[in-house]
């Protein structure tokens, strides 16, 4: 069956993470109009895709379904998520390699909807049977909800986490700055490289641009797309003309100073560089999936502070990123296959199952959304551990509904190869570099119409 794609934008409850129930009982049964999964008297086989580090998380949870169904069989894979994603790109479902559950995030579920890649998902009866969703129509999941040309819906994929950027400190290099860590700091203010931000990649420049309600690509109910970006300089709301200078003056810092910061390939690690003890920078913005890295560089996290995005403010907005998550898909080849998809679905909820939460932070770095924040504040986690997940949940509720529709994927280029365009052109200040942007985005608006 061919999906179209529903306009929505993931519109998740603001306050919902902090206010989830205390997590359900895994091995009940839930009497409901929606049944739960069956978890007993399945069989078939199944593969399951894994990170490196995700494998005992996974084989824990294979071996449990395994032991409640002896006539199946689980095989965990170890394969990159987005490496996966790029072999059912270039191939199709029905190649091997690709295993039968596989992680994806958010943005990419619409995509590979029209590609007839991933097969429906009942997954309300899985969150009865996993527990700890209060509301899970208005969380997550109705991210993973896409309605056909009739105007019918169905999942396509189970939440798995929730994700957003958070702040991390250098408590030393602050010290050395003399930079006052107890308050927010002003983005136009950091003139001297105490923050490292790769504002290149859209992915953390939406966090400048929603400050300002920039939309790089919107569509609207009569699904008509436009673009912030394609306007006159002279008609973008001042508001909008302070963010897109914010970050030009930032560019200009480093192109001055000769960092690699606006370098495609070299930017990244020049923000782990930067923020080391010892470095320039006193702030780096990053998702809770870089903590162990970034701990490293901070003298062994022995300086390092956690904070909320809002920490930073741009023109005396916080930083807002986006409501961002990851999902279990099933992969559409099992579609018509009971057994596969009965024993796909119980899997899918004993990985989800909230019991687990603890050892599913340590595994994957990832935050379950069916877990409330109290719970990971009272848990034996580390206190490194329950800082980043508190900050990351209040990021997440102060966060906007992330675009989820086909067309955005055009975004990630366009405007990352406009920001790197200035290393070239030199604009010589913010109305001048906007042309570049415009420029870029024109071009992208005329290919997507054309």
């Given amino acids: 069956m061919k999906f179209t794609k ?32 069956e978890q007993t008297g399945l069989k ?43 072999t059912l790109d270039t191939t199709d479902p029905t190649n091997e390699d690709i295993p039968d559950i596989f992680a994806i995030p958010l943005d990419r579920v619409y995509g590979l909807v029209e590609k007839d890649s991933l097969a429906a998902v009942n997954s309300e009866a899985i969150a009865k049977t996993a527990g700890g969703f209060e509301n899970f129509n208005e969380g997550l999941g109705q991210g993973f909800k896409i309605a056909d040309k009739e105007g019918n819906e169905d999942y396509f994929a189970f939440p798995m986490s929730i994700e957003c950027l958070i702040v991390y400190e250098n408590t030393k290099n602050a010290e050395d700055k003399n930079v006052d860590l107890s308050k927010p700091s002003e983005f136009t203010e950091l003139t001297n490289n105490e923050i490292t931000i790769p504002v290149f990649d859209a992915w953390y420049g939406v966090s400048l641009l929603n400050s300002a309600d920039i939309n790089l690509l919107e569509k609207s109910e009569d699904g008509k ?14 508001e909008k003309q302070k963010v897109v200078e914010a970050i ?39 998702g809770a999936w870089d903590y162990n890295a ?12 956690i904070a909320p995005l809002s920490q930073i403010t741009v023109n005396n907005k916080p930083l807002q990123h ?33 019991d687990n939460f603890e050892e599913f932070f340590k595994t994957t770095g990832k935050i379950m959304e069916n877990v409330s924040a109290e719970k990971y504040e009272n848990s034996s986690l580390a206190d490194s551990d329950k800082e980043t997940i ?20 055009q975004v990630w ?7 790197l365009s200035w290393n070239q052109n030199k604009p010589k200040n913010a109305e001048e570099a906007y042309k570049d942007l415009k420029s870029s985005f024109d071009s992208m608006m005329s290919n997507i119409e054309g």
């Fill in 294 to 305: 970034i701990a490293k560089n901070a003298n062994d996290g022995k300086d390092l502070k």
């Fill in 225 to 238: 797309l436009s673009s912030d970006f394609t306007k006159e300089w002279k008609d973008l709301e001042p």
């Fill in 6 to 37: 529903k306009l929505l934008a993931a519109g998740l409850s603001a306050s919902m993470l902090l206010s989830f129930a205390a997590c359900g009982s895994k091995n009940s049964k839930v009497e409901s109009d929606n049944q739960s999964v």
């Fill in 413 to 419: 280029d366009t405007y990352q190869n406009a920001l």
């Fill in 44 to 86: 078939g086989e199944i593969t399951v895709q894994a990170e490196k580090e995700w494998l005992p998380y996974y084989e824990k949870a294979a071996k449990t379904v395994m032991q409640n169904n002896p006539d199946s069989k689980i095989e965990i894979k170890e394969i990159g998520s987005f490496d996966n994603l790029d």
């Fill in 322 to 354: 986006w409501k961002g998550g990851w999902g279990y898909a099933i992969n559409v080849r099992n579609e018509g296959d009971e057994d596969k998809m009965n024993l796909c679905q119980a899997m899918i909820a004993e990985l989800a199952n909230p």
């Fill in 390 to 409: 508190k900050y990351t949940i209040e990021s997440y509720n102060d966060a906007v509904s992330r675009p989820l529709f086909t067309e955005y994927g």
């Fill in 248 to 286: 030009y003056n930032y560019w200009k810092q480093n192109n001055e100073k000769g960092t690699s910061l606006f370098d495609k390939d070299a930017g990244y690690a020049y923000t782990d560089d930067a923020f080391a003890t010892g470095g320039e920078a006193v702030y780096r913005v990053g």
